[in-house]
């Protein structure tokens, strides 16, 4: 090949690549694209990543299965409604072990990212809800508990599984066995609030009937709030404390 038309040649296909460049233009490996390499925390809103990378440690992976409620049980998310599901979500349940997670509560989701959780919690978990007319308890009570009348209920609606006093029961046949529900270290970590839910809801996935019951007439309200009362009132001032009376020593 002579030298000129083999230099035609290149200069055809450089030309060719100046040319058809800004048209293609494939990603080149190495350099940074247009926008950001990694999206910004607050720009997530896709519901699934929202949830697995903020709640699904405490309230399980698919909204069941973990320590804290089932936000996945259609009961739950019947009886708590969207405005608590945000409320609680914004602000958390002080004292208690669920963070306030919205920005104007010091957490790190603004309220657009609250907004994709409770919209995907009742999107995604929220159908069929079918109670067969049943009305369904409200989230508060709405008259206060009597914790005498609450052991009568809870030895009709709750003590088969839970022991007489609340106190569980150890391995059955099945290798099923219960801890204890009135354990004062237990009752400090969790509200009456959250003991009422899980009366209402259950544990589905473990077990545990909503307020249906497993007997053939469901829980009323006052049957629940008095429940919730008697339970509550195992409560002791130094949970986990082994000498609770003793006066602290003064100090030298
Ligand atoms: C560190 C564990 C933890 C994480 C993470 C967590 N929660 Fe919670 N959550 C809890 C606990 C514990 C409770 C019950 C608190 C109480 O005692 O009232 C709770 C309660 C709730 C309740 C109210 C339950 C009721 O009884 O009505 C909602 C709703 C809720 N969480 C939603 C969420 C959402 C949504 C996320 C993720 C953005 C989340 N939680 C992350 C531990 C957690
Ligand atoms: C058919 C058996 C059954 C009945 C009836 C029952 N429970 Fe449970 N309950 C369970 C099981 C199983 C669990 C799950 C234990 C676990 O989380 O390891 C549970 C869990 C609980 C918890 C602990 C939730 C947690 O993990 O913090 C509370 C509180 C509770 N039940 C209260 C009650 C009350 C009050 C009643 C009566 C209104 C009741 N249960 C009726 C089986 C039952």
């Not at 995604?124 to 308890?137: L, M, Y």
Request: glycine share 10%; with cysteine.
């Amino acid at each position: 090949m002579k030298l000129s038309s083999y230099c035609s040649t290149a200069l055809i296909a450089m030309a060719t690549v100046l040319l058809l460049a800004p048209l293609g233009c494939a990603h080149i490996p190495g350099l940074p694209g247009p926008g950001p390499e990694v999206v910004r925390p607050e720009q997530v809103l896709d519901f699934q990543t929202l949830y697995k990378t903020n709640c699904a440690a405490c309230h399980g992976v698919n909204g069941s299965g973990g320590p804290a409620i089932a936000l996945s049980n259609p009961v739950y998310l019947a009886y708590a409604g969207e405005a608590t599901l945000r409320d609680v979500t914004t602000k958390g349940v002080p004292h208690k072990l669920m963070p306030a997670f919205a920005s104007c509560s010091g957490g790190t989701l603004t309220a657009q990212q609250v907004n994709v959780l409770v919209n995907g919690m009742l999107q995604h978990w929220g159908k069929h809800a079918d109670f067969a007319g049943q009305a369904i308890p409200t989230y508060r009570p709405t008259q206060p508990g009597d914790p005498e009348r609450g052991q009568q209920a809870f030895a009709t609606f709750c003590a088969s599984c839970h022991g007489t006093n609340g106190e569980g029961k150890s391995a059955n046949s099945a290798g099923n066995s219960l801890g204890s529900i009135v354990d004062p270290a237990y009752l400090d970590l969790i509200s009456d609030q959250a003991l009422r839910s899980f009366i209402v809801a259950g544990r589905p996935t473990q077990g545990m009937p909503d307020w249906r019951s497993d007997s053939t007439v469901p829980m009323t309200d006052q049957q629940i709030t008095d429940i919730v009362a008697w339970i509550a009132s195992k409560r002791t001032r130094n949970p986990g404390q082994p000498y609770p009376s003793q006066p602290h020593a003064s100090l030298p």
